[in-house]
């Protein structure tokens, strides 16, 4: 349905026609004509002849430079593709004839006019006074440059409200910006930075600002309907063939409804190089404008790189280094996005997780964000988290290669291509939840006035609510009952012996799911151990008196991946099975919350001492408080109906302990070289298995060696120092070693459990 036209009451009325060709103007008289527009709109003016105009962008300037205060209406038509299949998408097929059905050429924009008028629609845009977007140029531009620079800007201003206005005959689902790297140069704001900047470094204002252009032009990225329609028209196929998408969580009609008065920034968890494509068919499917999505300049290679920036790929240096006018650039464009209203989506961990579960978040883009908001630039910004998990991944032996010490691979047309082929498989559903968003101005007043904590505390609460909505699957479960099994096979009764009281109780918290149900039966947890084994993750022995099942060696690490997507569950279970072993339990939960604090997103310590406490009220009467230490944890322990601090924390707690190990063996008066000494921590961790001083090869992780690294830095163990500092590290050792004491505790009583249970006496 065409657009009505708005006229000023009491006032001229100036339609500012964006036409491109003598077709589209014919098209837009041809509405005029049919809307009751009087003739001879042409010469009208404050003189009374006729209250309606028409001009053209190249009269703008002349206009505005009446002295009153018209309607300004853009107006310009729209050009949509044939509906196939009941949508409108451009296809390879129309690249390769050189067309593009969005901007016909003149000759088929006649045709289509005459045999298609369907496919050509008048689009018009809010209006706006010429007035009211003079006090918008003086606050945000300056007056310099007279009216010339006025007329630029609201000819800017008149192509942004066409874009704004045509989604009304596309969809959301397309939002593009035009003029970005003019509109953020023309800011009195960002000019004045750069003078600054030129000052501080002793640099001409004029290169200074030449070079901030160039910068923007190598971040900012155009949704080109035409790319986007076939950047992932192509790549579809990659998923599609791979997974089932189930969707749930937050009501995305609800979400809609919000996106239609505030910028929606959808944080979600990343595990695959195929999250975004999955996460914009989602978004798609339920006609949500395009985010723009945020990526590293590595995935910029040809031909991914120039077709991705055009369908809104905003492609970023990994590392920014003492660039600071890239840095500079960069805030601008994303505080320019969130003022403009554009959804985004960016990856908080900052890359893939090589474990499985969530990573720590990274603060820049997210300060970005912060600071356009407490600005006063944006409004409001509304963070979506949202869990992404796979039932089965293909890149998760890649990763655990990486884990082992093996060398990343390098993105590039070769890798794209082994990506898609691995892709060309059935692999299972993948589950796309979505959590309650987040009003980053809400969330920002009540962290606190502290703005570097701030930014904290909210990334924080993201990161909870990310993991709050992650579904525990089946194939989180199955892993978890054979990791900690010592490299053991088990029988199909032995893993279920672990599997049930786990299914009681994901029902008893009423933890989101998905596919628990059919480990309910032996039949089910026989076909998730099928699958697993299809992709090499497990072995099934099946040539004796009954069948086996055991973690394929090598896969141990792909195995943890998959428990780790559901491992933040049972954290809290696990610490409680700790404390249980200590005099103090209180303490000792407190101890392990914060020995483990960069692995897991744990909440306040008053909050954490509820969460605990609603866990020992799971156990039953028979555990006493926090406050009060078990007479005999080894019955305590042997009463429960399960145990799992072993299954959970275990590779946690042995790799911090080959860190502590190597930490206190370095002299403390040399520094601590990062990429040397997680290497080190690589051999000596594979050195310890075989001696089995750490029971399996999940421990030995460079992602696990950094995270314990991390920690001590946090503790003032890393930096050179003297012999209070090696005492300091041996105390460290000393702490770890006993929380892996205490784990060990668990498993024995755990094993003691299951042999009663099954009667099975366990190898030598």
Not at 73 to 80: D, E, I, M, N, S
């Amino acid at each position: 349905m065409d657009a009505t036209l708005p006229v000023a009451a009491g006032g001229p009325t100036v339609l500012l026609i964006c036409a491109g060709s003598d077709v589209e103007r014919r098209v837009i008289e041809d509405w005029l004509s049919g809307s009751g527009l009087p003739e001879g709109g042409h010469d009208g003016g404050p003189d009374g002849a006729d209250p309606i105009e028409r001009i053209e962008p190249p009269a703008l300037r002349e206009r505005l430079a009446r002295h009153d205060d018209p309607l300004l209406v853009p107006v310009r038509v729209a050009w949509l593709p044939p509906e196939r299949k009941g949508g409108r998408r451009a296809r390879w097929r129309d690249l390769l004839l050189m067309t593009n059905p969005r901007r016909p050429r003149p000759g088929t924009q006649r045709r289509i006019a005459r045999r298609r008028p369907d496919r050509c629609r008048v689009v018009v845009a809010e209006p706006a006074h010429a007035g009211e977007l003079r006090r918008r140029w003086s606050v945000e531009v300056g007056e310099s440059g007279g009216q010339a620079a006025f007329a630029s800007f609201v000819g800017r201003q008149a192509t942004l409200a066409l874009e704004r206005a045509e989604r009304a005959l596309i969809g959301d689902r397309y939002k593009v910006p035009r003029l970005v790297v003019d509109q953020i140069m023309a800011s009195r704001r960002f000019r004045t930075e750069l003078a600054e900047l030129a000052k501080s470094t002793g640099q001409p204002v004029g290169s200074v600002t030449a070079a901030a252009e160039d910068r923007l032009a190598e971040v900012v990225a155009v949704q080109s309907r035409l790319a986007a329609d076939l950047l992932f028209g192509a790549l579809a196929p990659a998923h599609n063939r791979a997974w089932t998408i189930r969707v749930g969580g937050l009501d995305l009609a609800r979400l809609r409804d919000l996106n239609r008065k505030h910028s929606l920034v959808f944080l979600p968890t990343h595990r695959s190089y195929m999250d975004p494509l999955i996460l914009d068919t989602v978004l798609s499917a339920n006609d949500f404008a395009p985010n723009h999505k945020v990526a590293g300049d590595n995935l910029s290679f040809w031909p991914f790189g120039p077709l991705g920036r055009r369908a809104g790929v905003v492609f970023i240096r990994r590392s920014f280094g003492d660039d600071q006018l890239y840095k500079l650039a960069v805030r601008e464009y994303f505080g320019y996005l969130a003022a403009k209203r554009f959804n985004l989506e960016w990856y908080l961990e900052g890359g893939r997780s090589r474990t499985g579960k969530l990573r720590p978040p990274r603060f820049g883009i997210l300060q970005y964000l912060v600071d356009a908001v407490q600005s006063g630039r944006a409004q409001d910004a509304y963070l979506v988290p949202v869990s992404i998990t796979f039932d089965q991944l293909p890149e998760v032996a890649a990763m655990a290669d990486e884990q082992r010490g093996g060398a990343k691979q390098r993105e590039g047309v070769g890798w794209l291509a082994r990506t898609v082929k691995a892709h060309q498989r059935p692999l299972g559903k993948v589950h796309v939840r979505f959590a309650e968003p987040l009003s980053l101005r809400r969330a920002l007043t009540a962290a606190g006035p502290d703005p570097r904590l701030a930014v904290r505390k909210v990334a924080f609460g993201v990161c909870r609510r990310m993991n709050e909505a992650t579904p525990v699957l089946a194939v989180a479960l199955v892993p978890l009952a054979l990791l900690g099994a010592h490299d053991r096979a088990l029988t199909l009764d032995e893993v279920r012996l672990v599997v049930d009281p786990l299914l009681d109780y994901v029902e008893a918290r009423g933890l989101p799911q998905s596919g628990l149900d059919e480990l309910r039966h032996a039949g089910g947890v026989r076909a998730v151990l099928a699958a697993l084994a299809r992709h090499g993750v497990v072995t099934a022995y099946t040539d004796g008196t009954e069948p086996v099942y055991a973690i394929e060696p090598g896969q141990h690490l792909v195995a943890a991946y998959y428990r780790n997507n559901a491992i933040h569950w049972f954290v809290n279970r696990a610490i409680v099975e700790l404390a249980a072993t200590a005099e103090r339990p209180a303490a000792h939960a407190l101890a392990v919350r914060d020995l483990l604090k960069y692995e897991f997103f744990f909440a306040d310590r008053a909050s954490f001492h509820d969460e605990l406490a609603a866990e020992l009220a799971l156990l039953g009467p028979g555990w006493p408080a926090l406050d009060a230490p078990p007479a005999d944890p080894q019955q305590l322990l042997a009463g429960a109906p399960f145990l799992v601090a072993h299954r959970v924390l275990r590779s946690f707690v042995e790799s911090y302990l080959v860190v502590a190990d190597r930490l206190a063996a370095h002299d403390p008066r040399r520094p601590v070289e990062r990429k040397p000494f997680l290497d080190e921590c690589v051999a000596v961790g594979r050195q310890y298995v075989l001696q089995r001083r750490i029971h399996s090869a999940e421990s030995v992780s460079v992602e696990l060696f950094a995270g314990a690294l991390r920690l001590a830095a946090n503790r003032d163990l890393v930096d050179p120092g003297r012999e209070e500092l090696a005492q300091r590290r041996h105390r460290f050792a000393a702490e770890v070693a006993a929380v892996a004491d205490a784990i060990a505790q668990v498993d024995r009583v755990d094993q003691a459990n299951r042999q009663s249970a099954l009667k099975v006496t366990p190898c030598p």
